[in-house]
C-alpha cells in the first residue's frame, strides 16, 4: 500500500519504507509546530549534504513524498535485500 501521508499517535509504531529522493538537510517530524517545538523530529541528511536542517510546513494534504521525493520513476537501488518470513 502507498500513501502520502502516515500518522500516528503517542506510543504507536509502524514499520515502513519511505522513499527520500529529494537531496538536502530535511526535518522530518510531525506537521504540528507544538509537537516540534517539543522534540517530535529527527533531522534526515544525505550523504554529501550539509547545512541547516529545513523544514518545510506542509498543508494538510500535501504528505511526506511530496516534500522528499520528486516526479519520475526512481533509481535503481544500490542492493536489494530479498527477506523470507
Known amino acids: 500500500m502507498t500513501v502520502d501521508v502516515l500518522k500516528l499517535d503517542?506510543?504507536?509504531?509502524a514499520d515502513v519504507i519511505v522513499e527520500m529522493n529529494n537531496p538536502g538537510v530535511w526535518v522530518f517530524a510531525s506537521t504540528e509546530d507544538d509537537d516540534r517545538n517539543m522534540g517530535m523530529g529527527v533531522?534526515?541528511?544525505?550523504?554529501?549534504?550539509?547545512?541547516?536542517?529545513?523544514?518545510?510546513?506542509?498543508?494538510r494534504q500535501l504528505g511526506i513524498t511530496r516534500l522528499f521525493g520528486r516526479g519520475?520513476?526512481?533509481?535503481?537501488?544500490d542492493e536489494t535485500i530479498n527477506l523470507r518470513f
Open 43 to 59: 533531522v534526515v541528511e544525505y550523504e554529501n549534504r550539509n547545512g541547516d536542517p529545513i523544514w518545510s510546513p506542509l498543508q
Open 72 to 77: 519520475g520513476p526512481a533509481t535503481a537501488p
Open 10 to 13: 503517542v506510543a504507536e509504531r
